[in-house]
């Protein structure tokens, strides 16, 4: 594949990490693979937890200028020094936040499996808009977000387009022509060597 036409690739961090020597997992990660941009994605509601969380992610990710948004934490963008917010709404925060953060700061939204709220995210202003799962999930409703999808996507939208949730190097292979970037959280930090897992996982993009 062409290295134009290759899609880029972004990290989602896990839901809970101690991180300081998270820091040191992504660094190795992002020093083996080219990263575009990291998902701080925490489940814990403890303002402290996250912010020296993100200051952590920040300090790896930056270092290396890849930028870092955030999970729905629309205040925390800038007290930390982030680069953006990923909405998990679809469209309906997406006037608001770009609002609230001005015409420089990433806006992505998570629209599911639904071609409509994506388009509505898109017009609303989102940078980019991601759909999953795109692998089998026993997660949320099982509904996949399938390469048909993405296919048209990437005939009729500008707006770039990411595919994650539960992927696979053979899912890799197949949606490559038709995503702009590959959204990679669980699939490598559950293994005990995350880039060596990264780099497999991608092997089909070349």
């Not at 609303?124 to 089998?136: K, N, Q, R, T």
Request: glycine share 8%.
């Amino acid at each position: 594949m062409a290295a134009d036409d290759r899609p880029q690739i972004y990290l989602i961090t896990p839901p809970d990490f101690e991180p300081e020597p998270f820091a040191d997992r992504l660094s190795a990660v992002l020093d083996a693979v080219e990263v575009a941009c990291i998902r701080l994605a925490l489940a814990s509601k403890d303002e402290a937890q996250i912010g020296r969380a993100a200051d952590a992610v920040r300090q790896a990710a930056h270092e290396r200028d890849i930028a870092v948004v955030i999970e729905t934490h629309l205040k925390l963008v800038e007290r930390h020094g982030l680069d953006g917010i990923h909405l998990t709404d679809g469209a309906r925060s997406v006037r608001t936040a770009r609002k609230e953060l001005g015409a420089d700061a990433i806006v992505g939204a998570y629209c599911g499996t639904t071609r409509h709220e994506g388009m509505n995210a898109g017009e609303a202003g989102a940078d980019y808009v991601s759909f999953g799962p795109v692998g089998e999930s026993v997660l949320g409703s099982g509904v996949r977000a399938d390469r048909d999808l993405f296919a048209w996507w990437s005939e009729m939208i500008e707006v770039p387009v990411v595919a994650e949730g539960a992927l696979t190097a053979a899912l890799v292979e197949e949606f490559a022509p038709v995503t702009d970037f590959f959204a990679f959280g669980e699939e490598i930090w559950r293994e005990e060597d995350a880039a060596k897992a990264l780099r497999a996982l991608i092997a089909p993009l070349g």
